[in-house]
């Protein structure tokens, strides 16, 4: 069931977040477009909950410039999803890759 997290932001403010995992305290019931406007609170703040992918990410690209001959650009795309619970985690989606990565290379010359 989707719900929606609040996630306070360092920066101050908050960010609401559509989650999929299941609520952690009483679970609202009814019918109304008024739902929408209840959010959860979490305990940990937006940028708590996405910093746990930060460390993938870095990985891989320091394993990419340390191949030889290393790329001059690299791009990195992967899906991030949200919990109230655990944070962010790298999403999986079936029949796709968990991450999409392009490299650029460019002749020495500039041409």
Do not use: C, H, Y
Not at 13 to 40: C, F, H, M, Q, Y
């Amino acid at each position: 069931m989707k719900r929606l997290v609040e996630f306070p932001v360092e920066q101050g403010g908050t960010v609401l977040i559509e989650v999929d995992d299941p609520p952690t305290g009483p679970a609202t019931r009814g019918g109304g477009k008024d739902n929408l406007s209840l959010a959860e609170r979490t305990n940990k703040t937006f940028d708590e909950a996405i910093a746990s992918v930060t460390p993938a990410a870095r990985s891989l690209i320091a394993r990419l410039r340390s191949i030889e001959d290393p790329p001059e650009e690299i791009g990195i795309e992967f899906g991030v999803q949200l919990s109230a619970q655990s944070g962010a985690f790298i999403a999986s989606v079936a029949a796709e890759a968990n991450f999409k990565v392009s490299m650029t290379w460019r002749s020495g010359s500039g041409t």
